[in-house]
């Protein structure tokens, strides 16, 4: 069930939803006690030299690879960093195949992975607060248990300047769909955009970061392309 309330001072979305059968079998991925397992190949389609990661890498380049073209992700998830020591633009990876750089990221911006670290998936809780203004401050939205793939649609704004991870794991999105630019939020507070090292105050959409293997709703897929137009019939003079 969805409710929605979204008002000048505060928007609301709930979602009632049973704990998930893994969690109360203790095969939660991502939770405490957790493996990781990521595979980076260096070419595309896992293809070349590789390197499997279990734990943080700060330079994938010490680890035998010029760069990174494709990954496999065995258990999560991941976040990936454009740059060495977790900086630049970020790449959320879960349990799946990305046989190439636009599997990853559709923001067109960069191809460039060069480190990665493990997310801390903390139970099947999710409660995610946005703010208009920095400092937690002006229109409010509250989000619990559910993706949301326009603010729009659901009467809040694309301005988004602050924001407080109350449980769980998020990620956030420029455009709507789950498109463009990632932030990942992990449980805290993000007092300015500078915080979740944007450049403005945009998202447009946002999900949970959850484990793939059982959770299939919220997972990007990369849409498929769109049919070529049909052979246009000569014409006869």
């Known amino acids: 069930m969805l409710s929605v309330c979204c008002s000048s001072s505060r928007g609301r979305m709930t979602e009632q939803q049973s704990a998930p059968e893994q969690l109360a079998a203790g095969k939660s991925q ?89 997310l801390l998936v903390d139970g099947d809780e999710h409660k995610l607060h946005l703010f208009e203004n920095p400092g937690f401050t002006g229109r409010k939205m509250e989000i619990v248990d559910d993706d949301v793939p326009s603010l729009w649609g659901h009467g809040f704004q694309d301005r988004v300047a602050s924001v407080k991870a109350l449980n769980g794991t998020w ?35 946002v999900r949970r970061v959850r484990d793939m293997q059982w959770h299939k709703k919220g997972c990007f897929t990369t849409p498929a392309p769109p049919p070529p137009d049909p052979p246009t019939a000569a014409t006869s003079s």
Not at 89 to 105: A, C, S, V
Not at 171 to 197: A, L, S, T
């Open 171 to 205: 990620v956030g999105y420029m455009y709507p769909g789950y498109r463009g630019r990632q932030y990942v939020f992990e449980q805290g507070d993000f007092k300015h955009w500078n915080d979740w090292d944007a450049t403005a105050p945009q998202i447009q959409s």
């Open 30 to 118: 991502g939770g405490a006690g957790a493996t990781y397992k990521v595979v980076l190949f260096e070419q595309e389609n896992f293809q070349g030299r590789k390197a499997e990661l279990s734990a943080e890498c700060k330079d994938v380049t010490e680890k035998s690879l010029e760069k990174v073209g494709s990954v496999l992700v065995d258990s999560g998830p991941w976040v990936g960093f454009e740059r060495q020591g977790f900086a630049g633009e970020q790449f959320i990876l879960e349990k799946g195949e990305y046989p190439r750089w636009d599997t990853w990221t559709n923001s067109q911006n960069s191809y460039s992975l060069l480190s990665l670290r493990p």
